[in-house]
């Protein structure tokens, strides 16, 4: 009974081994994709139809890393004008909207790219970290949910500096949660004045 016991462990383990080396391998491929089609120099609809074609090698989490980390300057980076339609935000849109997977690994790909520039802060942005900056756009132009953030957030895994990315958006993730009673309130509000009817 031990015996199989220790060989049904054993089996656990290696199976995990493997899921692991899988999604790794995924991954990969999923980056190397995603940096051809940002290097096709397609965006807006082209981008997204290309991205369709190639199916499931395309992860939008891979793409959004990609498209942050071509950005020349933090500048760039936060002036999120790289999120418009006609430029990478349709793409993005399209491909993680329906994958709440993707969307905290896509969070973890923009942590990813802050840490490589040193998570400065945007002088011109009022002093806000690159970071929170990024948190914000993507969630006011609903790339990503709020389960997403709060997902990266919560997780156990510990990539990169994470403590460093997590301690600099205790202010968005404060205001989040401001952000979320008052949406909660309004629609009460409104449920109330239609029922008043």
Not at 18 to 21: D, Q, T, V, Y
């Given at each position: 009974e031990e015996d199989a016991r220790r060989a049904a462990k054993e089996?656990?383990?290696l199976r995990l081994k493997?899921?692991?080396?899988a999604m790794a391998a995924a991954g990969a491929e999923a980056a190397v994709v995603a940096k051809e089609l940002v290097a096709g120099g397609l965006k807006g609809k082209e981008l997204l139809a290309a991205a369709k074609e190639k199916g499931a090698s395309v992860k939008g989490s891979a793409l959004l890393g990609e498209v942050l980390s071509v950005q020349g300057s933090n500048e760039a980076l936060a002036?999120?004008?790289?999120?418009?339609?006609?430029?990478?935000?349709?793409?993005?849109?399209?491909?993680?909207?329906?994958?709440?997977e993707d969307q905290k690994e896509a969070v973890y790909a923009v942590q990813r790219v802050v840490e490589e520039r040193g998570y400065p802060k945007v002088p011109k942005e009022g002093g806000d970290s690159l970071l929170e900056k990024l948190f914000h756009g993507l969630y006011g132009a609903d790339v990503l949910d709020e389960n997403?953030?709060?997902g990266w957030r919560?997780?156990?895994?510990?990539?990169g500096n994470k403590r460093k990315a997590v301690v600099q958006t205790t202010p968005w993730f404060q205001w989040l949660e401001t952000a979320e009673e008052e949406e909660e309130e309004e629609?009460?509000?409104?449920?109330?004045?239609l029922n008043n009817i």
């Open positions: 089996e656990q383990v493997r899921e692991k080396e002036g999120l004008g790289w999120m418009a339609g006609k430029e990478y935000g349709m793409a993005l849109l399209g491909l993680l909207r329906a994958n709440a997403a953030f709060t919560d997780d156990d895994r510990e990539e629609e009460e509000e409104e449920i109330e004045e």
